[in-house]
């Protein structure tokens, strides 16, 4: 559990609950269910509207990793690439065969493979960089569903305190309308601006950090390739594990 991430956003929603209840303001009225449809419902719509399915169904998903960040597989790893490289050195590339089955990531048996079938070094490194980052370009556009989120919440926030008021103008003859009216319009900007502030723009740093880490440790995975394709010593491939250890 990433308790920053919890803490972070407990504090954000009571700074504004604590605010609103100091001067004497009711928690009751920043309840406005017409408010929170047409904010969160009209932002999702307008992010659906310029993403593709398959780029927002995985942004939606890796919101958990803001919450529950991905394993710390690096202890594990490091062990395989030593291994790697110490089967390599001492029965050549056709061993890591045995290695293949025992892998899911597919960047790690897409290496492994190319090592095996003797692809030259720099050739290995080119096509696994081609892969990182058509990767990375890939979960991307899924982080950018929040970053969109963050931009037209505060506007869809201003799009209901207008209706808000023409609700109000509607009812200029009824009194006992006007107040439901007048606070669609005001919670309506207070959703769209604290949502883009406190939830939709730092899920969307949050995501980009994890995102750039993953990435991070992907071209050192590459880069071991390309030192065992080499024949490098296996001290060179040590650095790289320690490297990938010092990470954080």
């Known amino acids: 559990m990433d308790w920053?991430?919890?803490?972070?956003?407990?504090?954000?929603?009571?700074?504004?609950?604590?605010?609103?209840?100091?001067?004497?303001?009711?928690?009751?009225?920043?309840?406005?269910?017409?408010?929170?449809?047409?904010?969160?419902?009209?932002?999702?719509?307008?992010?659906?509207?310029?993403?593709?399915?398959?780029?927002f169904v995985r942004g939606v998903v890796m919101l958990r990793w803001v919450f529950v960040p991905p394993s710390d597989l690096r202890p594990a790893l490091a062990r395989?690439?030593?291994?790697?490289?110490?089967?390599?050195?001492?029965?050549?590339?056709?061993?890591?065969?045995?290695?293949?089955?025992?892998?899911?990531?597919?960047?790690?048996?897409?290496?492994?493979?190319?090592?095996?079938?003797?692809?030259?070094?720099?050739?290995?490194?080119?096509?696994?960089?081609?892969?990182?980052?058509?990767?990375?370009?890939?979960?991307?556009?899924?982080?950018?569903?929040?970053?969109?989120?963050?931009g037209y919440s505060p506007t869809i926030g201003i799009l209901g305190a207008v209706l808000g008021l023409i609700h109000v103008m509607e009812n200029l003859t009824d009194p006992s309308k006007l107040g439901g009216g007048i606070a669609v319009a005001f919670v309506s900007t207070i959703y769209g601006v604290g949502l883009a502030n406190l939830f939709f723009l730092p899920v969307a740093n949050k995501l980009k950090a994890h995102l750039a880490h993953s990435v991070q440790q992907q071209e050192l995975m590459a880069a071991v390739f390309y030192d065992i394709a080499s024949g490098d010593h296996t001290r060179v491939i040590e650095e790289r594990v320690a490297s990938l250890l010092r990470e954080y």
């Open 80 to 150: 395989d690439i030593n291994a790697w490289a110490m089967s390599a050195r001492r029965d050549g590339p056709l061993s890591l065969e045995r290695y293949l089955d025992s892998n899911v990531d597919p960047l790690v048996v897409k290496g492994l493979r190319m090592v095996i079938d003797g692809i030259a070094p720099d050739k290995l490194r080119q096509l696994l960089d081609v892969e990182i980052s058509a990767l990375e370009a890939a979960e991307r556009q899924a982080v950018r569903i929040w970053e969109a989120a963050a």
């Open 4 to 55: 920053a991430s919890v803490t972070g956003l407990l504090l954000a929603a009571a700074g504004v609950l604590i605010g609103q209840g100091i001067d004497g303001g009711k928690l009751a009225s920043l309840l406005q269910p017409a408010a929170f449809a047409i904010v969160v419902i009209g932002t999702a719509g307008a992010v659906l509207l310029q993403t593709r399915l398959p780029a």
